[in-house]
């Protein structure tokens, strides 16, 4: 009988954590269950709100998607949830939203790529970024950072090329398709001539860990990424790409102070519904989005890791998006940019 | 035919049979150069080397001895296979507590020696573990009935 | 002294009723996940990020470790009992330590994996709190041509892991490399051997091959046996602890294993995956009899656990001290500090010491535990195995079903197991061993991704490779591996081994 009394006790603990592990998860699913409300613009929020978030848990895109979430919990008192949909460099889970019921209850957490490059990459996208969204606001932007080994003998932007001039080897640059440092490149070649040999990656991590062994000499990614690696000393940040200087890094010069005013892409993040959702409905949403943006405590949150608050309207983020997705389609163009993963 | 080991001409046929349909499928494949691998220079190595390794083996296997083969039955394999393959394709039509159902079912069926009773009273109890621990238990998103 | 000083402070950190408690819940949730392929550690972690955010960073990342080394513990044992690898490090505890269960020793072999681990996770939590800085210094030195070179040998050993047919062996290792191919290419995104099916843009996946060559394949053999019993039966269980004998049999197997997994468990580009394998290819190398391994040698599973739960501590090192995540695991757990406002970097130990010295602190309290969890599970474990046959296969088929779905939420995966259960039977059939063909399938990718990188920067030229010094000496040992395993010569010391049982 000692037996049946040992193997019951197993089957409870194995129970007792299945319990409180689908507890957890099943917060996520509530939200997807709840029922449509009829009268939507009157008294939205009254159920849980879904953000879905189209990168792994843990870098940029989420933490921004849990940004938001966290300020609407708060403001209308409902359970918002952050929801990974990750896949297709993000395409996968825009699709989604804009395929959504456009309630105001679904919202996607949109980046670069898959609202401004995608619709030039991929030719068969299951979305159209111009058409499928009404955009709610946006929350920051993260500039993308020049640096390299600090044993390379080049302090600035200037230096480096003329490093790269003098030198007859290539600078070892490494490089991961498809994001905001792509992009930049390119344009840096078209403007500096820079003799690089590209390494590809598949992600910032193995790439930042092959710059500090130099075993590369050049590597591009976003501020959030890079700070600690820059405040460590392990890496030599040349230039930040952007208009201002960063107030984290502000010993650190601009590409346009290094006179390159064009070499400039910046990875941002904002909130998109799907196309259809009542105009009320995005207004309510931006307005709490935007008050909560513009506190100290939210500012500090994204300024500490690097980012800048934007805190724009539905109209200004939808102009932006208008500007962004025919601009990209040139600079794809006019540099033979193909769609790698 | 004269074989010193069957099993190891048969390997060897296998080995080289997929080298041969890895360097078939994998013609179209950039090669690209040495210091500029295209997607198709490993591969078409590693199938060109598999390829000559099948061969060696296959035509070793007519003096070199080695193992004779096993015995085989080709019932539980084709029953397993086609009821794990059953599952696949029905779990997200007719829900896990079904699918599951046919799978036990189809997994008893491969072997000897089965009392209906207790192939019923299995796959009943393995459905419900199903339907509990992993669909409302882990909250892994299964459709759970087939309504 | 500092060190002491340090960990003093860890522990402080560590025995707080709350951190206990979340460090106990990581662990047993890990060993709760181990133990079910499929949901791994990283899918356990990604599902509980979200809810860490209110523990606070020391909290959470204590109990995100627990789960990724409790789930080393927990996937031992479905390697042991049921032949199921859930980790890529335990395909080669599934070589002895299977055949230990089907002998009637499951008992000695999960106790053996449990010492094994636990003394390995404290040997690695001291080097970490003692070195990970000058450890993290020297992994640096690894670059592209280091990293080809070490995986080259790694496969070359895995021969040596094999026990039949050299030739055979090879050619497995070559159709696992060939099938870590499928996919979409990471330099030109081309799709290679997909057949126009998105679900393969990503590769096979891990468990979903492992599920059907080692699991499914194994019940298709079980059944082939007259009246689809297996050999095992409550009276073949002796003893569930180990003898005095065998006790000094995994001692220095153990010790081995463990300086070999926390080494290489240092290098962020994969060298963790090697553990295991290069543990045991030691242990069969320098054996007096190296038949017995792969017919339930207990050292076999002493030095491949010892070394993965080693490697699987150590590897910790770049990203405590680098800010560097070396596999998805450690990737999450960024992810769950960032989430915290806390940006892990080189100066995490100065800036966050009550988190570093409580992380480490807490992986030693967490090991303990873990084997306290851990030996009386083995009772409950052996009793389940000894259900009868007709009832234990088709409950290991659906887990294998489930957690094939669960890897991505889609059907594909368990088609994927239905396809490598079948060609696992062929490999059975035709006597070609499955853990060269899985060594091959998980070092693929990264041999390929590595070659084509230092060739890259090797502008094409292969001899650049003598300014790599390190990288040289791995060639040099992989070299004089082949040739000590295709010199005729040494074929018949093999055999001569071979027929010393």
């Known amino acids: ?130 058409k499928d969204f009404a955009p709610v606001g946006r929350l920051a932007t993260v500039p993308n950072v020049i640096f390299v080994n600090p044993s390379l003998p080049a302090n600035s932007l200037g230096e ?13 640059f490494g490089i991961v398709y498809g994001g905001t440092p792509q992009f930049l490149v390119a344009k840096l070649q078209r403007t500096t001539h820079l003799n690089l040999l590209e390494i590809p990656y598949k992600g910032g991590t193995s790439a930042l860990n092959d710059l500090i062994g130099n075993h590369l000499d050049l590597y591009i990614d976003n501020l959030p990424l890079v700070l600690p690696q820059i405040r460590g000393g392990t890496v030599k940040a040349l230039a930040v790409a952007s208009q201002q200087r960063s107030p984290q890094l502000p010993d650190v010069p601009t590409t346009a102070e290094a006179g390159y005013p064009d070499v400039e892409v910046s990875a941002w993040h904002g909130i998109l519904a799907p196309a259809g959702t009542p105009p009320q409905v995005i207004e309510k949403l931006n307005q709490t989005l935007v008050a909560a943006l513009h506190t100290p405590e939210v500012r500090e949150r994204i300024e500490r890791q690097g980012g800048t608050v934007i805190a724009d309207s539905p109209e200004q983020f939808a102009a932006f998006i208008r500007s962004e997705v025919p601009r990209w389609a040139s600079v794809i163009h006019q540099n033979n940019i193909t769609a790698n993963e | 035919m004269n074989l010193a080991s069957k ?98 079912v189809g997994a008893r069926l491969a072997a000897p020696q089965r009392r209906w009773l207790e192939v019923v009273l299995l796959a009943l109890a393995l459905s419900a573990a199903a339907v509990v621990i992993f669909g409302y238990g882990l909250g892994i998103p299964f459709v759970l009935w087939p309504f | 002294m500092h060190m002491l000083d340090n960990l003093a402070m860890g522990f402080g950190v560590i025995f707080t009723a709350n951190n206990l408690l979340y460090c106990l819940f990581g662990a047993i949730l890990g060993t709760l996940v181990g133990i079910l392929p499929g949901l791994g550690p990283a899918a356990t972690i990604a599902m509980l990020l979200p809810s860490t955010y209110a523990l606070g960073p020391q909290a959470s990342l204590i109990m995100l470790a ?23 490090s335990s395909v080669v505890t599934c070589l002895d330590g299977h055949q230990m269960a089907l002998q009637g020793r499951a008992g000695q072999a999960l106790a053996t994996a449990a010492l094994g681990s636990f003394f390995a996770g404290c040997f690695a939590t001291l080097l970490i709190a003692a070195f990970a800085p000058l450890l993290s210094e020297a992994a640096l030195a690894f670059g592209p041509a280091e990293y080809f070179s070490l995986i080259l040998l790694g496969l070359i050993a895995a021969v040596i892991l094999a026990s039949g047919d050299v030739l055979k062996a090879i050619a497995m290792v070559t159709l696992g490399l060939l099938l870590g191919c499928v996919g979409a290419d990471l330099n030109s995104n ?39 019993a297996r050999t095992v039966n409550r009276d073949s269980i002796k003893r569930l602890w180990l003898s005095r004998e065998e006790f000094k049999q995994i001692t220095w197997p153990t010790i081995r294993g463990t300086l070999i997994g926390s080494l290489l468990g240092i290098l962020p580009g994969g060298g963790a995956l090697l553990g295991s394998f290069a543990s045991y290819s030691i242990e069969k190398k320098i054996a007096r009899a190296p038949s017995r391994f792969g017919k339930g040698a207990i050292e076999g599973v002493a030095a491949p656990e010892s070394a993965n739960n080693a490697g699987a501590q150590t590897s910790f090192i770049p990203l405590l001290t680098l800010g560097i995540p070396s596999n998805a695991v450690m990737a999450l757990m960024v992810g769950a500090l960032m989430v915290q406002g806390i940006a892990p970097g080189p100066q995490l130990i100065s800036e966050q010491p009550a988190l570093f010295w409580g992380v480490i602190a807490s992986m030693w309290v967490g090991n303990a535990m873990l084997i306290v969890l851990n030996l009386p599970l083995i009772g409950i474990w052996i009793r389940l195995l000894s259900a009868p046959y007709k009832l234990l296969y088709p409950t290991i088929l659906l887990i294998c079903c489930i957690g094939a779905y669960s890897l991505e939420n889609s059907a594909f995966s368990i088609l994927v197991v239905a396809v490598f259960g079948v060609l696992g039977y062929v490999f059975y059939l035709l006597e070609c061993e499955a853990a060269p063909f899985m060594l091959g399938f998980i070092l693929g990718p990264l041999l390929e991704e590595y070659l084509r990188r230092s060739l890259l920067i090797a502008r094409g030229n292969p001899l650049e ?37």
Do not use: C
Not at chain 1, 104 to 119: K, N
Not at chain 1, 160 to 172: D, G, Q, V
Not at chain 2, 39 to 53: E, H, I, N, R, S
Not at chain 3, 190 to 202: I, N, V, Y
């Open chain 1, 1 to 130: 009988m000692n037996h049946r009394r040992a193997s019951w006790k197993t089957w409870l603990i194995a129970l007792g954590t299945a319990l409180t592990l689908g507890s957890l998860a099943s917060n996520g699913q509530a939200a997807s269950n709840g029922q449509a409300a009829g009268n939507a613009q009157a008294d939205f929020p009254n159920k849980p709100i879904k953000i879905i978030a189209t990168y792994q848990p843990g870098g940029t895109n989420d933490i921004m998607a849990r940004l938001a979430a966290d300020i609407w919990s708060k403001a209308f008192n409902v359970p918002v949830v952050v929801e990974n949909r990750t896949g297709s460099s993000g395409n996968l889970g825009t699709g989604l939203v804009a395929k959504a019921k456009p309630d105001g209850y679904t919202l996607l957490a949109g980046t670069f790529g898959p609202i401004t490059t995608s619709p030039t990459l991929y030719p068969d996208l299951p979305y159209d970024p111009l």
């Open chain 1, 160 to 172: 480096l090329i003329a490093l790269s001039k003098r030198r007859a080897e290539p600078l070892k």
């Open chain 2, 7 to 104: 099993t190891n001409f048969y390997a060897g046929l296998l080995f080289a049979g997929i080298g041969l349909a890895a360097l078939v499928l994998g013609r179209g494949y950039a090669m690209g150069t040495a210091a500029r691998m295209g997607p198709g220079y490993f591969p078409t190595l590693l199938a060109g080397l598999l390829l000559v390794l099948g061969l060696v083996i296959g035509v070793r296997a007519f003096w070199q001895e080695g193992p004779q083969p096993r015995p085989f039955k080709p019932m539980p394999l084709v029953v397993m296979t086609v009821s794990v393959v059953l599952f696949a394709l029905l779990v997200d039509r007719l829900g896990i507590a079904v699918a599951t159902v046919i799978l036990t």
């Open chain 3, 66 to 88: 627990g789960i990724y080394y409790g789930a080393q513990y927990g996937g031992s044992t479905t390697a042991i009992l049921v032949n199921l690898p859930g980790e890529s």
């Open chain 3, 190 to 228: 081309a799709q290679r051997f997909t057949f126009g099916l998105p679900e393969l843009d990503d590769g096979l996946d891990f468990v979903a091959v492992a599920m059907g060559v080692f699991g499914i394949s194994e019940i298709l053999v079980n059944l082939q046996q007259p009246g689809g």
């Open chain 3, 465 to 501: 490779v003598v300014n790599h010094p390190i990288a040289l000496v791995f060639l040099l040992v992989s070299l004089a591996l082949v040739l000590l395993i295709l010199l005729p010569n040494f074929r018949r010391v093999r055999v001569e081994a071979f027929q010393e049982e």
